[in-house]
Structure formats: structure tokens, C-alpha cells
């Protein structure tokens, strides 16, 4: 079975701090995707980051950073230097490459205090 | 990525009554999902909305309180039928952009049953 968690309900830092959140994921898949999704307060969900499941490469876009370990299916996701901007609810997502349904992780309600 | 856009964005209605959301995107999609999100949930699957076919519904959902069409390659409406307040939710339809394999979300519709 198909499975994401994501044990931080809410994490709670002031800007600028760094803040990571977790990811674990479980899968008899071989080949999967993994994403991200940020839901700002106003409720659309918006796309991060696209990781395959082959590709092991850590990826990081501005002040943003995933980091892939298959070895211990974690995707985690590291927003540095953080601004009240960023204060969302993040989700994690798995999907099989032949379905491309989506698993939902339980979201971490992420607020930046200014 | 494709542009979605939802009609309503947002909505109250009356217990009883019914409301049919529309979902429309810029260009042909092939594949077509209605989504769930209950107040401070994660997402549950609806749907999958097929052109010129029945929708193929996930445990739990029906297709006479949630049916769905989809006329056309770049259009679906999910009516939500005899609404009570546990229909309150936001309702989200997305779509699998053409060769990323990833699932991008219209700006959902907000309801509120009374």
C-alpha cells in the first residue's frame, strides 16, 4: 500500500529563520513521483517541485530546497531564510508512474511570525 | 502549465439544494480529476472525469450525489446534489499537463451548506 506521512501538524518560526519539513513515504513501486504543493490561506493549491523517482539529485530553487533519500523514503523540503509569504499549509504527494493518482500526506500548517 | 479556472469561487447555499461547479482549462488535457477538501483536511479524490464517458468515482463517492461531465477535452462540471453542511468543502478540479505527469489545481470552489 501507498502511504505518506507528514508528522509536523503545524510548525511555528519567526522570518528569516530556516524551517525544514518532513516527508516519509512508503511505496512497493520501483518507478514513483513525488511532490510538493503549497495551499496559501486564499485555498488554491499551488505546484512546487516534481522529484522521479531515479533521480536522486537535491534540487533547490531560491530559498527553496528538496532533499530526496530513497535509502530512508524521505522528501523533505528546507525553506530558508523564511518570510511571512511562506506561512501555507504544505502538502507531500506520491504517485505511481502508470496512474498518476495522487497519495496525500496529512499537510504541515506552516506560520512565519514577523 | 495549464491555466484552470473554477466557477463559482465560492458559494452558500441551502441544505436540499444543489450546486454544479465548472472547471475549464486553456487547452486539451487528457485527464481530468474532481477533488474534496474538508476544513483543515488533506485532499480525497472524487473523481476521475472521463471525455465522453461516465466519470470513475473512488470508494465512498456516488454518482448520484456527485455527478460529473465532461463534454469536451478542456471542460467538466462535478454538481454536488442534496447538499447537507458535511458537503461544506472546498472543491478543487486538476488536470495532468501534457508530458510533465503532474497534476496541476484549479483555484477551487469554497462551499458553505446552511
Known amino acids: 500500500a501507498q502511504k505518506v506521512t507528514q508528522a509536523q501538524t503545524e510548525i511555528s518560526v519567526v522570518e528569516k529563520e530556516d524551517v525544514t519539513l518532513d516527508c516519509v513515504y512508503e511505496?512497493?513501486?520501483?518507478?514513483?513521483?513525488l511532490f510538493w504543493y503549497k495551499q496559501p490561506p486564499s485555498g488554491e493549491l499551488v505546484f512546487l517541485i516534481r522529484?522521479?523517482?531515479?533521480d536522486e539529485q537535491n534540487e533547490i530553487s531560491g530559498r527553496y530546497s528538496w532533499n530526496f533519500q530513497k535509502s530512508t523514503s524521505s522528501f523533505n523540503f528546507t525553506i530558508t531564510a523564511s518570510q511571512v509569504v511562506d506561512s501555507a499549509v504544505y502538502f507531500c504527494?506520491?504517485?505511481?508512474?502508470?496512474?498518476?493518482?495522487?497519495?496525500w500526506g496529512a499537510g504541515t500548517k506552516l506560520i512565519i511570525k514577523p | 502549465s495549464a491555466v484552470i479556472s473554477q466557477k463559482p469561487s465560492r458559494d452558500i447555499c441551502q441544505r436540499g439544494t444543489s450546486l454544479t461547479i465548472q472547471c475549464q482549462v486553456d487547452?486539451?488535457?487528457?485527464?481530468m480529476f474532481w477533488y474534496r477538501q474538508q476544513p483543515g483536511q488533506s485532499l480525497t479524490l472524487i473523481a476521475t472525469?472521463?471525455?465522453?464517458?461516465?466519470?470513475?468515482?473512488e470508494s465512498g463517492f456516488v454518482i448520484d450525489k456527485f455527478p460529473i461531465s465532461r463534454p469536451n477535452l478542456t471542460f467538466s462540471t462535478l454538481t454536488v446534489s442534496n447538499m447537507s453542511p458535511e458537503d461544506s468543502s472546498i472543491y478543487l478540479c486538476?488536470?495532468?499537463?501534457?508530458?510533465?505527469?503532474?497534476?496541476?489545481f484549479g483555484p477551487g470552489t469554497r462551499l458553505t451548506v446552511l
Open positions: 504527494a506520491l504517485s505511481s508512474r502508470s496512474n498518476y493518482q495522487l497519495i
Open positions: 511505496t512497493r513501486d520501483t518507478t514513483y513521483y
Open positions: 522529484r522521479n523517482s531515479f
Open positions: 487547452s486539451q488535457v487528457t485527464m
Open positions: 472525469a472521463n471525455q465522453g464517458s461516465e466519470a470513475t468515482y
Open positions: 486538476s488536470v495532468i499537463s501534457a508530458n510533465t505527469d503532474t497534476q496541476y
